[in-house]
């Protein structure tokens, strides 16, 4: 049986007098500024400051629904039964409704951050606050491969914000309070403390590095804040490890310094215009450490320097381990590529690298992460069902097949040109990038594409 325990700042004040001796008065540092008139330990005095920058987001809108597309070549079996099983015609359109939440971050600007997938399709977005009072919001930006979103509310007056903490600084056991809209039973606190820094590798989302608190987060609190003691940002509650579908104290909050970098991008281009590297590699672990001499186990192993970008003019080589950027240190592959996803395309960072023996700094100025174009002899290298296919960014978001080589692979597999891939199973593709990262975490396993064809949805699965 699952047993469930409950922290509370009291219980906290309690567990510190029990070691502290009967002739000493200590008062706990952690526990200045939260005391009531009468003398308690609460949160209360804080949260009075901090709830109205939190805001309950109901949105409305209409997504494409079909069950199956059935292939060309195979429709004259089905003469006329498109309508009646919903095969073979364009997909039909459903009504749906959201429930999350947001957080001030801007008050005189009136901007709210929130997550992705809170205001993915919608048509229509409205924000309550606090105070009952409800807006109408404006969709600034997204950014799917963080699941953020910055939206604004239109003449919005006397709101509230909520600054932002140094996400960087934040240690595992710092006290962490959520507060968000859980099942849009309205605005809700739980508290907990930071449960892990640097999670990656969940499949939750394209770009990882997650704050995991066990501070109680459920259905509805996505786009919420987590905060520390002091009121301040320290993320934005994003997902929850919930086999049973509620909370089992597993939740994960993306970091306030990504929220910010994501943010200001959004604000200024509408989009992120993301930096690239130029590496490929690996998570490093010990045996891997040790071939190379390095007496640490943390940091990012490269396997490959791709030619002519950034990595590859300023001097990083296959066999280094990237250690640092811009003297933070890194943890792993997954966190290199998390920090490198919040520089912007030709920003000059500072790369640490470990090489025979020695650390050295390398200045690498950064490039575009959304390459344009990969012709019909390169395809193989993204999925060997792709080979004899050209692809390009397509215009509107999504990876277009430009042309396809006479009996090629592609060709067999049933691509067409003109086909927009748009999606690898649950994740969307929006570029080049999206689709080779995508198909690379799932290497070896079955992978469904999808694709628009004329206005049509249909999947083609690939190994």
């Known amino acids: 049986m699952l047993k469930t325990f409950k922290t509370t700042t009291a219980m ?23 005391l009531t008139k009468n003398g308690n330990p609460s949160l209360a005095p804080m949260l009075k400051n901090v709830l109205p920058g939190v805001v309950n987001i109901s949105v409305k809108g209409k ?33 749906f409704r959201a429930l999350g939440s947001g957080v001030i971050i801007d008050a005189k600007e009136g901007l709210v951050v929130t997550n992705h997938h809170v205001i993915d399709g919608a048509d229509e977005i409205k924000v309550q606050l606090a105070d009952s009072r409800e807006f109408d919001a404006k969709l600034i930006g997204k950014d ?36 968000g809209n859980p099942y849009g039973l309205g605005q809700t606190v739980t508290s907990g ?19 995991q608190t066990d501070a109680a987060i459920n259905s509805g609190n996505s786009g919420g804040a987590l905060i520390d003691l002091s009121g301040k940002l320290i993320g934005i509650n994003t997902a929850i490890m919930a086999p049973s579908g509620g909370n089992i104290g597993i939740g994960f909050a993306i970091p306030s310094n990504m929220v910010k970098t994501v943010t200001q991008q959004l604000l200024k281009y509408g989009e992120v215009k993301r930096g690239l590297l130029g590496v490929i590699g690996t998570e490093l672990n010990a045996d891997l450490a040790q071939s190379f001499g390095y007496e640490n186990s943390t940091g990012a192993f490269v396997n490959e320097v791709i030619k002519d970008s950034g990595a590859d003019k300023a001097g990083i080589k296959s066999g280094d381990i990237i250690t640092a950027l811009n003297g933070k240190k890194i943890k792993s592959f997954a966190s290199l590529r998390a920090e490198i996803a919040t520089q912007r395309a030709g920003d000059e960072v500072t790369i640490t690298v470990f090489r025979e023996g020695k650390y050295q700094d390398v200045k690498v100025r950064l490039g575009n992460d959304t390459q344009q174009k990969v012709t019909a002899d390169e395809s193989e290298s993204i999925s060997p069902a792709f080979a004899g296919a050209t692809l390009t960014n397509a215009d509107k978001g999504g990876v277009e097949i430009s042309d396809v080589q006479k009996g090629s692979m592609a060709s067999r597999f049933g691509l067409r040109k003109g086909d927009i891939i748009t999606g690898v199973n649950r994740s969307e593709v929006n570029n080049l990038h999206d689709l080779k990262t995508i198909l690379e975490k799932e290497k070896g396993k079955l992978s469904a594409i999808r694709i628009n064809r004329d206005g049509t949805t249909l999947y083609i699965t690939l190994r």
Not at 12 to 34: F, K, R, T
């Open 63 to 95: 997504k494409d629904v079909q069950g199956f597309a059935l292939p060309d070549e195979f429709r004259f079996m089905f003469p006329g039964m498109g309508d009646a099983f919903g095969f073979g015609n364009k997909p039909q359109q459903r009504e």
């Open 144 to 179: 799917s491969h963080t699941d953020l979103a910055l939206l604004r509310l239109k003449d919005a007056k006397n709101l509230t914000q909520i600054d932002m903490a140094e996400s960087d600084n934040l240690e595992v056991g710092d006290f962490a309070i959520a507060i």
């Open 12 to 34: 906290l004040a309690l567990s510190l007098a029990l070691i502290v001796p009967h002739n000493q008065v200590y008062a706990a540092p952690i526990l200045e500024g939260l």
């Open 193 to 211: 403390i930071v449960s892990a820094l640097g999670r990656s590798g969940l499949n939750i989302e394209n770009i990882e590095n997650f704050i």
